[in-house]
């Protein structure tokens, strides 16, 4: 490990709007952005409840509010239901192509459009080229950029950050006009997949917010585990 946990150096953010839940103030914990990173030392914060953007590594720290709550899923005892099986199915015609990096211009689009189409009330719209590659950076060598195409057409992007113990899942986007793929869902599943072939134990999802449509959906994938004062918990 790159230093031990009791070194880091955090900060905290002036309150702010929060971005999930309307008339609420956040206060966010970050990580001294100079604080040296490896993998080892990202997967225990990782473990901890933290999450990256870019370079940056936070965790939610509200005075008066704990909607925000880590979550991951135990990929060895998870099943997926019988929608879900559906969706699978749906998508087997996809292939997918492992990069390590997102600053084509095929990918961009993609990202762009979908922005544009289903999160133009959110903090990433307009969508910006700069932000983008900034956002969802290489970080520390161990970011995968999943591709998902149906034949030559590129229609979903999966980024996603090798842990010791699992994989994250830090953001995908997809073909805005797919509806029927479920493209959002579909990806999950895949990850889930993906991280029982690399022989690790969790996909880690972020943050479960029962109150949030936009992060609600992550409650369909069960067992969920959440991080709840400091222990990881079984949701059923």
């Not at 936070?58 to 099943?79: D, G, L």
């Not at 995968?144 to 899942?169: E, H, I, K, N, Q």
């Not at 805005?176 to 991280?195: C, D, H, K, N, V």
Request: glycine share 4%; charged share 25%.
């Amino acid at each position: 490990m790159t230093s031990s946990m009791r070194d880091l150096r955090v900060y905290t953010t002036y309150p702010h709007n929060c971005s999930y839940l309307d008339d609420q103030e956040a206060t966010t914990l970050f990580v001294d952005p100079r604080q040296p990173v490896d993998q080892a030392l990202y997967s225990n914060l990782s473990q901890l409840g933290f999450r990256r953007s870019g370079n940056h590594i936070y965790r939610p720290h509200c005075e008066h509010c704990k909607a925000c709550i880590a979550a991951r899923i135990p990929v060895a005892t998870f099943t997926p239901r019988r929608a879900q099986r559906r969706i699978l199915s749906r998508n087997r015609d996809l292939r997918v192509v492992t990069t390590h990096d997102i600053r084509d211009s095929a990918a961009y689009d993609l990202y762009r459009r979908y922005i544009e189409q289903r999160h133009a009330d959110g903090d990433m719209y307009p969508p910006d080229r700069e932000q983008y590659e900034s956002f969802l950076s290489n970080a520390w060598n161990c970011t995968c950029y999943y591709r998902f195409s149906a034949g030559d057409t590129l229609v979903g992007v999966a980024v996603v950050d090798a842990l010791t113990d699992g994989l994250s899942a830090i953001y995908t986007f997809f073909e805005p006009q797919a509806e029927r793929r479920s493209l959002g869902t579909f990806t999950i599943l895949w990850q889930i997949e993906r991280t029982r072939e690399l022989g690790l134990d969790y996909l880690y999802l972020g943050y479960f917010i029962r109150d949030c449509r936009k992060m609600a959906y992550k409650s369909a994938f069960r067992p969920l585990e959440l991080l709840v004062d400091g222990h990881w918990t079984t949701l059923l």
